[in-house]
C-alpha cells in the first residue's frame, strides 16, 4: 500500500502493531508533519488480527508506505504471545507478565533503524507507554535513552552526524489521555485490534491484560468503546 504523492516532508518510520497507542502515535507523527512510513512484524504471534488491523490504520491514515517484516521470535518462545504452551493470563499480576515477549522492542527498534537510514528518516516512532501498561521493561523511558545512544553509535548517518531520535510522544500518557488525543486527532479507534487472543474475526476477548487496559482507557476519557468482542 503505497500513497504516490510525494512532499518535502521530514521522513518518518513509525512503527504499527494494528492496536490503539501506535495508531495514536501515527496520527501524531503526521501532525507534526512527517510523511510517515509504517513498520508491522509479523514475528509469530498467536493471531494475525493485529497484522491485519496495523495494514487497515496505515491506509485509513494514508501513511506514505507500509512495510511488514517477517521474523520468528515463536522459534525461541518464552511469552505467552509465542508459545502456545504458555496460557495467555485473564487476571492481572504483579511483576512482569507471561505476555512480555523477550527481547521484543530491541529487535523491532533495530530493523526498523535500519529501513529509517535506508529511507533517509532521522526520526522513529514508537508507541510505549510507562504509564498504563503491563510492565514491560522495554517500555521505560531509560531502554529508549539507552536505545536511542546505540542508534547513534551503531550507524554510518550517526557516525557521519546525521543523528537518530527514538520518539516516545505518548510515555507519560495515561491511557485514557491517549485516547483523548486520537480522537481529537481523528483516530477510528474501531480500526485497531488490541486483545492478546483476538479470535480471525479481530473480536477482543475482553479478558486478557490488553483488554482491560483498553476498556479502562476508554472509560476514563468518556468515549464510548468500538471494540468488537467475542461472545461469551
Given at each position: 500500500?503505497?500513497?504516490?504523492?510525494?512532499?518535502?516532508?521530514?521522513?518518518?518510520?513509525?512503527?504499527?502493531?494494528?492496536?490503539?497507542?501506535?495508531?495514536?502515535?501515527?496520527?501524531?507523527?503526521?501532525?507534526?508533519?512527517?510523511?510517515?512510513?509504517?513498520?508491522?512484524?509479523?514475528?509469530?504471534?498467536?493471531?494475525?488480527?493485529?497484522?491485519?488491523?496495523?495494514?487497515?490504520?496505515?491506509?485509513?491514515?494514508?501513511?506514505?508506505?507500509?512495510?511488514?517484516?517477517?521474523?520468528?521470535?515463536?522459534?525461541?518462545?518464552?511469552?505467552?504471545?509465542?508459545?502456545?504452551?504458555?496460557?495467555?493470563?485473564?487476571?492481572r499480576s504483579?511483576?512482569?507478565?507471561?505476555?512480555?515477549?523477550?527481547?521484543?522492542?530491541?529487535?523491532?527498534l533495530s530493523?526498523?533503524?535500519?529501513?529509517?537510514?535506508?529511507?533517509?528518516?532521522?526520526?522513529?516512532?514508537?508507541?510505549?507507554?510507562?504509564?498504563?501498561?503491563?510492565?514491560?521493561?522495554?517500555?521505560?523511558?531509560?531502554?529508549?535513552?539507552?536505545?536511542?545512544?546505540?542508534?547513534?553509535?551503531?550507524?554510518?548517518?550517526?557516525?557521519?552526524?546525521?543523528?537518530?531520535?527514538?520518539?516516545?510522544?505518548?510515555?507519560?500518557?495515561?491511557?485514557?489521555?491517549?485516547?483523548?488525543?486520537?480522537?481529537?486527532?481523528?483516530?477510528?479507534?474501531a480500526l485497531?485490534?488490541?486483545?492478546?487472543?483476538?479470535?480471525?474475526?479481530?473480536?477482543?476477548?475482553?479478558?486478557?491484560?490488553?483488554?482491560?487496559?483498553?476498556?479502562?482507557?476508554?472509560?476514563?476519557?468518556?468515549?464510548?468503546?468500538?471494540?468488537?468482542?467475542?461472545?461469551?
Amino acid at each position: 500500500m503505497t500513497d504516490m504523492t510525494q512532499s518535502d516532508k521530514p521522513k518518518a518510520v513509525v512503527l504499527v502493531s494494528g492496536g490503539l497507542d501506535s495508531a495514536t502515535v501515527l496520527a501524531m507523527a503526521q501532525a507534526d508533519g512527517f510523511e510517515c512510513h509504517t513498520l508491522a512484524f509479523d514475528y509469530g504471534q498467536r493471531h494475525r488480527a493485529e497484522l491485519f488491523a496495523a495494514q487497515r490504520v496505515s491506509a485509513a491514515m494514508r501513511a506514505c508506505e507500509h512495510k511488514m517484516v517477517t521474523l520468528d521470535l515463536r522459534s525461541i518462545g518464552g511469552s505467552a504471545l509465542t508459545d502456545s504452551a504458555i496460557a495467555v493470563p485473564e487476571e492481572r499480576s504483579e511483576g512482569i507478565p507471561v505476555t512480555y515477549v523477550p527481547a521484543r522492542n530491541t529487535v523491532f527498534l533495530s530493523i526498523a533503524l535500519g529501513w529509517a537510514e535506508v529511507l533517509g528518516a532521522r526520526d522513529i516512532f514508537i508507541g510505549v507507554n510507562a504509564v498504563d501498561y503491563s510492565g514491560y521493561p522495554d517500555c521505560r523511558p531509560e531502554y529508549i535513552e539507552a536505545f536511542q545512544r546505540l542508534a547513534n553509535l551503531a550507524t554510518r548517518a550517526g557516525v557521519e552526524g546525521r543523528p537518530f531520535s527514538i520518539r516516545v510522544p505518548l510515555i507519560q500518557l495515561s491511557k485514557g489521555d491517549i485516547i483523548r488525543r486520537g480522537v481529537t486527532l481523528g483516530v477510528d479507534y474501531a480500526l485497531t485490534v488490541s486483545c492478546y487472543q483476538a479470535d480471525d474475526e479481530g473480536r477482543a476477548c475482553g479478558r486478557c491484560d490488553s483488554c482491560y487496559l483498553r476498556r479502562e482507557g476508554f472509560a476514563a476519557a468518556g468515549i464510548p468503546d468500538p471494540t468488537r468482542y467475542q461472545p461469551h
